[in-house]
């Protein structure tokens, strides 16, 4: 009875625009979001409150409409719950700039952020460290709290520290962010070792044995490839899209979406309009190059820099990505990985602008209803917006079972690569 009231709850909260009382979609993909936690890869919710307020978490107040903001944010409580959301990764980020003793500082800031939001809302929200957790915080109406680490810099080069931040809760690392560490390449950074290091190797063998997801979004190519070379778990991209349909960096090829489904993972499909629009990705980088023009001419003067970009923007706006194209990298994942590989990490709150038709938290309905009018099952959907990822999390704690035997690893970075960093 107690699980059947929940459900009940659950459903009335997934909220149905009024413009869309018509859409023969939207019970269906109410039910799948009853049945199935709806587990979101990535929003940067921890880092908002870090660069607005300084990591002063009196100043977030989740009961509030926070798009009423300015800029405004993604996130708060009544959006959460018209999106049926049933599980968040909350990504504790430092910026790749920061050094490994302030970076780790910083994430456990963010933690404790993350933890702050179960103490104030625990009819809201549970800190969750496993599927069960998930499964069980879902049956009794709540949103299962997972901390995602964004950023390998924040282990100072120890697997120490990386041990350490899995006993404090983070159940993912983003290996790098946009720029190279001393143990692996970032896919925004010119390569410097050519994937991974054998230190990056030994970090990633040390989150198999403990049971934590390795997260590929933001790693080059390269290592993407030794990850997968090196790895005895499922990975995941936490927070990526397709490159044979918007050629940024940060998207997957497909011959690593083919060996994602090998491996078992999952590519969790981002909302970031430059990674889904081709056409915005060719724009930022025709506005990139007009920039650097005038500053090459002007003998690097930012006003004039500033001025000719607002300029250039005038007269050439920004294209718009809309909602169905992120449809269409799901798709495009689905055709070449499988239905059992794709999910979703919106980077909600980590980003400046958003597709259209997904603002917020409260949209992951509307993509899931366009995915039904495709012809999506609700098998299919329910894989999508959840059971991927709940089936990765079993798999990695189930090889994490198989290696309790083995010893922790207290190799150095100067031992394993010789290198000083």
């Known amino acids: ?34 049945a199935t936690p709806l587990i979101d890869g990535h929003n940067d919710l921890p880092w908002q409150v870090a660069s607005r ?30 999106g049926g959301v049933g599980g968040q990764f909350w990504s504790v980020y430092v910026p790749a700039d920061l050094d490994g003793p302030h970076a780790a500082v910083q994430v456990m800031r963010q933690i404790d952020l993350v933890r702050e939001l179960g103490r ?8 969750a460290y496993s599927a069960a957790d998930i499964e069980r915080a879902h049956a009794e109406g709540r949103i299962a709290s ?10 100072d080069n120890s697997l120490g520290v990386l041990r350490s931040f899995y006993a404090l809760g983070a159940r993912y690392i983003t290996l790098t962010h946009s720029a190279n560490l001393d143990w692996a390449d970032a896919s925004t950074d010119e390569a410097e070792h050519g994937g991974l290091t054998p230190f990056g190797v030994a970090v990633v063998r040390e989150m198999n044995r403990l049971g934590m997801l390795v997260d590929l979004s933001h790693v080059s190519e390269a290592t993407m490839n030794d990850v997968l070379d090196a790895t005895r778990a499922p990975v995941i991209f936490s927070h990526s899209s397709a490159f044979a349909l918007d050629n940024h960096p940060r998207n997957v090829p497909d011959a690593v979406l083919r060996r994602v489904a090998e491996n078992g993972g999952v590519v969790m499909v981002t909302f970031v309009p430059s990674f889904i629009s ?4 060719d724009w930022s980088l025709e506005r990139a190059a007009h920039r650097a023009q005038i500053l090459s001419v002007t003998g690097n003067d930012e006003a004039a820099a500033t001025a000719g970009v607002e300029a250039w923007e005038a007269e050439n706006p920004q294209p718009v990505a809309r909602l169905s194209q992120v449809a269409d990298h799901i798709e495009h994942i689905r055709e070449v990985a499988g239905v059992d590989h794709v999910g979703l990490g919106g980077d909600f709150d980590g980003i400046d602008s958003t597709v259209q038709g997904l603002d917020g938290v409260e949209d992951y309905p509307a993509l899931l209803e366009e995915l039904a009018r495709r012809g999506w099952s609700d098998e299919d959907l329910s894989k999508l917006a959840g059971g991927n990822i709940l089936r990765v999390i079993r798999r990695v704690e189930a090889v994490a079972a198989d290696l309790t035997d083995e010893p922790a690893n207290y190799a150095t970075l100067e031992e394993l690569d010789g290198a000083v960093p």
């Open 1 to 34: 009875m107690r699980r059947t009231l929940y459900l009940t709850v659950a459903l009335a909260m997934i909220a149905t625009p009024a413009t869309a009382q018509d859409n023969l979609e939207a019970p269906r993909v109410r039910a799948v979001l009853a």
């Open 120 to 127: 104030r809302h625990p009819d809201v929200f549970e800190i």
């Open 146 to 155: 997972l901390i995602g680490m964004e950023g390998g810099n924040a282990i």
């Open 53 to 82: 307020w300084n990591g002063d978490a009196r100043q977030l107040d989740l009961t509030q409409d926070l798009a009423a903001l300015e800029p405004p944010m993604h996130t708060d409580i009544a959006r959460l719950r018209a």
């Open 278 to 281: 081709q056409e915005i990705r």
